[in-house]
């Protein structure tokens, strides 16, 4: 499901309020593409803006990532996969500047019954077919070590989540089921990490409320001030401070 376009809406706001350049990544899907081939095709695009930025118009001392959902994965697993490339190249990392992510999936270690037991409201959970749907379609085959750092950045090493950029910004859904191991994996990347932070809880909403027609609250006043996070990030500061 999904495609390069459809977060359209996210775009328009980073242009008019961070004067960014967009670069969505049409990457290939699952089933017929399962893990690892997003994540790497994530790292191949942002190999080639670095390798293209003068003729992109993008600064390399200025670039984020952003996602929602499984694309909040791919935000935080494609740096991860991308500094490792360089490393093994002989190359200089790149000084990537912030991340965000929205709603993301951290850790494939967790069941669903799991993740559903954490929320608050159980009954505002995503059909448990279209879970199943999306776990075993990505998830192939079904003895992938879930574990690993491009699947679960949860629970993968301090010294590979040292990779990530300093700034951090992670929203949530307070009536999701990925809410509290979001929230766990940013207390986890500011405390032992050393990463600066910016967690925000949309309240009263579920998993993906931004997507749905006439989404209440509005997410264009969040993804707004997502924008002043980043823009902080840009010019070097940190997003968690006031």
Not at 102 to 130: E, G, H, I, N
Not at 157 to 177: G, H, Q, V
Not at 190 to 214: A, Q, S, T
Request: glycine letters at 6%; a negative charge.
């Amino acid at each position: 499901m999904g495609s390069a376009i459809d977060d359209a809406p996210w775009a328009k706001v980073l242009v008019e309020e961070c004067n960014a350049v967009i670069i969505s990544v049409n990457y290939r899907l699952a089933p017929e593409y399962p893990f690892p081939t997003a994540v790497e095709d994530g790292a191949d695009a942002l190999l080639y803006v670095v390798a293209h930025a003068d003729e992109l118009g993008i600064d390399i001392d200025r670039i984020a990532t952003s996602g929602f959902s499984a694309g909040g994965n791919l935000c935080i697993t494609v740096p991860l996969l991308f500094q490792e490339i360089l490393q093994k190249r002989g190359q200089e990392p790149v000084d990537l500047k912030a991340i965000a992510a929205w709603y993301p999936s951290t850790d494939f270690t967790r069941s669903r019954a799991d993740r559903v037991a954490t929320m608050v409201r159980p009954d505002k959970q995503l059909p448990r077919f279209l879970t199943r749907l999306f776990d075993e379609g990505y998830v192939h085959p079904a003895d992938v070590d879930r574990s690993g750092p491009y699947l679960s950045p949860f629970v993968t090493s301090k010294d590979i989540l040292a990779r990530l950029p300093k700034n951090f910004i992670l929203y949530t859904c307070e009536w999701d089921m990925l809410e509290k191991e979001g929230t766990e994996f940013a207390r986890r990347l500011e405390e032992e990490i050393g990463k600066h932070v910016k967690v925000k809880m949309v309240k009263g909403v579920p998993h993906g409320w931004d997507k749905y027609p006439n989404a209440s609250p509005a997410p264009e006043s969040f993804y707004s001030e997502a924008c002043v996070y980043l823009n902080r990030a840009f010019e070097g500061g940190d997003v968690s401070g006031q």
